[in-house]
């Protein structure tokens, strides 16, 4: 998540100060993805380092607001323009965690599934029962909440299909028969022998 084009979307609505900019964060994501404080300011530093924000003025609390740059905007309206990329291989810990497990002799990964199933669908339920705790239930940011939350229900059910189908996979071959046993080949690279 790009907290750093998140911040500056805020930023294009009008000035803010470190602390306005983490209320206004997580009041339009429902406060699913807290921020702190140092977080945000770095993150500031490093836009204004890009010469996508600049602070403005300071009012008689001592609250300095940042404002965004043309070069902001146009970073800005490309953000929301693109699409999200997702990266093409894996780095998803649960599935190189089972594809690992898979490849192990003496590891019942079928017990792997089941404490992860277990894990996931606890999560599931929890998302499912959550209710909006602000002010408005039929406010904009009871909207906002709601599409995040909405988000990760679908995330945990696509996980719990997915556990569902590697198990139905793992079925089709006998145990251990996916084993892999430490290569005896010497890698070709490596740190060369200290004579």
């Known amino acids: 998540m790009s907290v750093r084009l998140s911040l500056l979307a805020i930023l294009d609505q009008g000035p803010c100060y470190g602390y306005q900019l983490r209320a206004e964060f997580d009041r339009r994501t429902g406060s699913t993805w807290p921020l702190n404080v140092g977080q945000i300011y ?3 530093d490093r836009l204004e380092r890009d010469g996508l924000v600049e602070k403005g003025s300071v009012d008689g609390q001592g609250h300095v607001y940042w404002q965004i740059t043309d070069a902001g905007r146009a970073e800005v309206a490309s953000w929301l323009g693109s699409p999200v990329e997702r990266p093409a291989g894996t780095r998803d810990e649960l599935a190189i965690k089972l594809a690992v ?5 003496g590891v019942d990964v079928g017990e792997v599934i089941a404490a992860q199933r277990r894990s996931s669908l606890a999560r599931l339920q929890e998302l499912r029962t959550s209710e909006y705790a602000g002010a408005n239930p039929e406010g904009p940011e ?14 945990a059910e696509a996980e719990v299909r997915w556990l569902d189908h590697t198990e139905q996979r793992l079925a089709q071959h006998p145990g251990r028969a996916m084993a892999i046993e430490l290569s005896t080949d010497k890698p070709k690279r490596g740190r060369p022998v200290k004579a």
């Open 42 to 44: 770095n993150t500031l």
């Open 101 to 105: 497990a898979a490849t192990l002799p």
């Open 142 to 155: 009871e909207l906002a909440w709601s599409l995040v939350v909405d988000s990760m229900v679908f995330a």
